[in-house]
């Protein structure tokens, strides 16, 4: 016999009793669409991950004031200033370190003719650009000269120089930051959230000591907000930050009993944290699936063990006029598989579904890649032939003389 | 096409039975059913079985079906030894040799008059557009050409029975097996129904054996087996059987009569 024969026949069962067979359906379905749901979580999530480490640049930590651990007698609260551009140009030059770009960071005003936004400005070092995977689209990014002069210049984001000029070329023009001139020497390319900053697209980047004159008022005129540092290697990233705790807490002179008055933030542990959580959910969703898998395959077996009671007749009519019991087992097998193909089908659409829904949302990127949908078939077929085999063999035992006297 | 025009022209008996015997066990109770029959028939021959109800006709035409297996004896079809086959090669054998004809007609529900035709052309490995154009041609010849892409239910008793009858003949086999063809049908149903079988005997040289309980029927065969508690009580040229039927049948009522 023929596949194509066997596949027709198949679906004219399928067909013969569509409400049965839907509801047998759905075990399959909801367990599929889990499986792919499961890979799709983790594949979104490692997207993420990998997307946000790209615009963070990869390796990164910060180190910044932590004043709830500076208490007592050696400051004031209120005055706390424990990073200053001493520090970063001290952890730049630790062996360890490949970069660390002092940042001052506010909100400010940006306008440009009639057209004005609030956004984030961040007064930084050329090695920022380095260090984070800045790329420029249009311009240049800002230069030492830059910082040694506090020259008015900055760099804006993909969408906030989109905002201000549309399609022009905003090179050379001049927009006002909280009311101070700036020219625009350069705009970013890069897309996406960062850690600290929220949308890169968003910021606006000028020289750290410009920052400090024009927007910023700092304690000292040295203070910064905190320190971007990037590793040479990923696997060094541990001793870099040991090297700057130890560095800092030499600086700052504190006791060996005394805490620190600083933390060091390691991004690398929040991807980690995210790749946590991930699998956590993949597991959960997994163990839905392979759950619903089993009990769908099982309502499969049933319902075709109840389809060949029903077909006794019908299966000593095929036996009677040459049906092998090889035909018959491939019949009702091929049945099975059928039913789990098409439940796992619309699983897929179903994951599909809520895939992109979820996308929509904007807040997470689910897809479903060619893997999940394989995965999905696979899975459905095993199914189909590990929990449809039994009543296949069941049928094709059967004795001819037998099922034509079944009424 | 080619096999059983061999199996045809092959040269000895198409059906050979020697001394089968049958039992049917429940509970390993043993009800004997057939008590050592035997009964040769050549190709071509028209035979018409006849019994009362119970005496062991369905089970021995179940035998000569290869639907089941006597319980001793042996049993030649075609010059093949049935009881040394596998049941895959007993489904084969059944495809290739036997067309069977029921009383309850047997049809697939959800399957075209068509495709029913053409299933055990299908079972043969024919391909899909081959079975369908051969079975559209059968179905031209049993006159049921035009019902072709017909349900089975939307058709008439009689009708149902002829799409059966094409279903049997479709892959051309050298016997036919009809246990009772005509006990559902009206008289004249059964009349157009025996008149097809009739026709393939004699056009044909179809080999048919056919089960009834009506002497009407059995006068279309060339030969008379009739049985009686598993045994065969007659085997003859059918005109001299049924004489000897009506005869019988008189003396029973007149015993009745007598009682
Ligand atoms: N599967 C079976 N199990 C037990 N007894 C059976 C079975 N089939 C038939 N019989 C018995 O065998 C006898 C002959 O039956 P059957 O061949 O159907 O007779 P007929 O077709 O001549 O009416 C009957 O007594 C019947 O009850
Ligand atoms: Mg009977």
Redesign the pocket.
């Known amino acids: 016999m023929k596949l194509i024969h066997v596949l027709s026949e198949a679906l004219r069962a399928m067909l013969a009793n569509p409400l049965r067979t839907m509801l047998t359906m759905l075990g399959i379905i909801i367990g599929i669409a889990s499986v792919v749901l499961m890979l799709a979580v983790g594949d979104g999530i490692k997207l993420f991950i990998d997307k946000q480490l790209s615009v963070l640049g990869s390796n990164l930590v910060i180190v910044q004031a932590d004043s709830r651990k500076a208490v007592g007698a050696r400051l004031r609260t209120g005055t706390v200033q424990t990073i200053t551009l001493d520090d970063a140009e001290a952890i730049n030059r630790l062996p360890s370190v490949k970069g660390a770009a002092p940042m001052l960071t506010t909100y400010s005003q940006i306008s440009y003719g009639n057209d004005n936004t609030n956004t984030q400005v961040q007064g930084t070092t050329p090695i920022s650009f380095a260090i984070r995977n800045l790329r420029l689209a249009k311009g240049i990014g800002l230069s030492e000269v830059d910082i040694a002069s506090a020259s008015r210049v900055a760099v804006l984001g993909k969408k906030v120089a989109e905002q201000l000029f549309y399609k022009n070329d905003p090179i050379g023009q001049t927009i006002r930051i909280d009311n101070q001139s700036f020219q625009v020497i350069g705009v970013l390319d890069n897309e996406g959230q960062s850690f600290d900053s929220g949308d890169i697209g968003e910021v606006v980047m000028v020289p750290i000591s410009t920052a400090r004159v024009t927007l910023i008022r700092t304690a000292t005129p040295r203070t910064v907000q905190y320190v971007v540092v990037q590793s040479k290697t990923t696997e060094g990233l541990n001793d870099m930050v040991a090297d700057i705790y130890d560095l800092m807490r030499d600086r700052h002179r504190i006791r060996a009993e005394e805490p620190d008055d600083f933390r060091v933030v390691n991004f690398g542990e929040f991807a980690k944290t995210g790749e946590a959580i991930a699998t956590g959910l993949s597991i959960a969703l997994g163990f839905v699936g392979a759950v619903s898998l089993v009990v769908g395959g099982i309502g499969i077996m049933n319902i075709m063990l109840v389809s060949v009671t029903e077909r006794t007749r019908e299966i000593g009519i095929r036996m009677a006029i040459g049906a092998r019991p090889s035909d018959v087992l491939w019949q009702f097998l091929i049945e099975a598989v059928a039913i789990c193909l098409v439940s796992g089908i619309i699983g897929v659409a179903l994951s599909a579904g809520v895939a992109s829904a979820v996308s929509s949302t904007g807040k997470f990127e689910m897809a479903i890649g060619a893997k999940a949908v394989g995965i999905a078939v696979v899975f459905s077929c095993i199914v189909g032939i590990f929990f449809g085999f039994y009543p296949a063999r069941r049928a094709s035992k059967l004795q001819p003389?037998?099922c034509l006297?079944y009424e | 096409m080619m096999d059983s025009m061999i199996v045809h022209s092959a040269a000895g008996a198409l059906v050979e039975i020697t001394d089968v015997r049958k039992s049917?066990?429940?509970n390993r109770v043993e009800?004997p059913?057939l008590h050592g029959i035997n009964v040769t028939m050549q190709r071509g021959d028209f035979v018409a079985v006849m019994?009362?109800?119970?005496?062991?006709?369905?089970?021995?035409?179940?035998i000569l079906g290869c639907l089941d297996t006597p319980t001793s004896g042996a049993y030649r079809l075609a010059g093949v030894d049935v009881g040394a086959q596998s049941r895959a090669e007993l489904a084969t054998l059944r495809n290739r040799t036997i067309g069977f004809v029921f009383q309850s007609f047997n049809l697939l529900k959800r399957m075209s008059v068509l495709d029913n035709v053409a299933l055990p052309l299908i079972y043969a490995g024919v391909s899909r557009s081959a079975s369908r154009s051969r079975a559209q041609t059968q179905l031209d010849k049993v006159g049921l050409g035009e019902l072709a892409s017909r349900q089975p239910n939307q058709l008439s008793g009689g009708q149902q029975q002829r799409v059966a009858i094409a279903r049997a003949l479709v892959v051309d086999p050298p016997l036919i097996l009809a246990?009772?063809p005509t006990g559902n049908l009206d008289t004249r149903t059964s009349n157009d129904i025996m008149a097809l079988l009739n026709e393939l005997n004699r056009e044909r040289g179809q080999s048919i054996i056919l089960?009834t309980h009506e002497p009407d029927i059995a006068a279309h065969a060339k030969r008379l087996v009739r049985?009686k508690d598993?045994l065969v009580l007659y085997d003859g040229p059918a005109a001299e059987g049924l004489r000897q039927l009506r005869t019988d049948d008189n003396t029973a009522s007149a015993s009745e009569v007598s009682q």
């Open positions: 003389v037998e006297r | 049917y066990f429940s009800t059913v019994g009362q109800s119970g005496s062991g006709k369905s089970t021995l035409m179940n246990d009772e089960v049985l598993g």
